[in-house]
Nanobody, 114 residues
Framework: QVQLVESGGDLVQPGGSLRLSCAAS????????LTWVRQAPGKGLEWVAS????????DYSDSVKGRFTISRDNTKNTMTLQMTGLRPEDTAVYYC???????RGQGTQVTVSS
């Protein structure tokens, strides 16, 4: 059974940092590209970042490039999203996904507000 479990969301002030984690199980982790997506209140899903199977390539949306860093540990079946320079417009529920298997986790709430 494929499972993706996010954690690390919180309320943070503008300019602050957060580190999100995704723990995966039920599939051969190292075989799949993984992504982070987010959904802001009242809006659709927005792709944030993707990471290749070995972690050697990362791609980012223009809205987060230079502020967020995606990484993975294939020995621990985990993926992270390090977020810095957070802005109010980053407020959203963040999901880790396995696009090929069409699975995502339950999400973790990130709120950026003073």
């Amino acid at each position: 059974q494929v499972q993706l479990v996010e954690s690390g969301g919180d309320l943070v002030q503008p300019g602050g940092s957060l580190r999100l984690s995704c723990a995966a199980s039920g599939f051969t982790f190292s075989n799949y590209v993984l992504t982070w997506v987010r959904q802001a209140p009242g809006k659709g899903l927005e792709w944030v970042a993707s990471i290749s199977t070995a972690g050697s390539r990362a791609d980012y949306s223009d809205s987060v490039k230079g502020r967020f860093t995606i990484s993975r540990d294939n020995t621990k079946n985990t993926m992270t999203l390090q977020m810095t320079g957070l802005r109010p417009e980053d407020t959203a529920v963040y999901y880790c996904t396995n696009p090929q298997l069409e699975r995502r986790g339950q999400g973790t709430q990130v709120t950026v507000s003073s």
